[in-house]
Nanobody
């Protein structure tokens, strides 16, 4: 099982980036996939999740209306479209996978300790 993130970089405030999370060794459709981020000196926090258990998408309040998570089953890839980026979005972004387990709710799916598989992360820096 492997997850590989890409698409990070340096962007000005108000700009956009699209992160990709490509999976190998398993079929993403059978897993819940989430994006987390960790800024220097801060704990890892959940950003967004596509749950395959309850069919919902979840977002952290601070990114609602600006970030969009999506899945391309043919490419076995999950994306995070990030618009109207702010300096406080600066962090290393990780994708993570969780096998189906019937759980529901944002508090579950945006908690990092519930996830089994992780990518190596991609740096996003928002700065003028």
């Amino acid at each position: 099982v492997q997850l590989v993130e890409s698409g990070g970089g340096l962007v000005r405030p108000g700009g956009s980036l699209r992160l990709s999370c490509a999976a190998s060794g398993f079929i993403m459709d059978y897993y819940s996939i989430a994006w987390f981020r960790q800024a220097p000196g801060k704990e890892r926090e959940g950003v967004s999740c596509l749950s395959n258990a309850d069919g919902n998408t979840y977002y952290q309040d601070s990114v609602k209306g600006r970030f969009t998570i999506s899945r391309d089953g043919a490419r076995n890839t999950v994306y995070l479209e990030m618009n109207s980026l702010k300096p406080e979005d600066t962090a290393v972004y990780y994708c993570a996978a969780l096998p189906f387990n019937g759980a529901s709710g944002s508090s579950y799916y945006l908690t990092s300790t519930n996830y089994e598989y992780w990518g190596q992360g991609t740096q996003v820096t928002v700065s003028s």
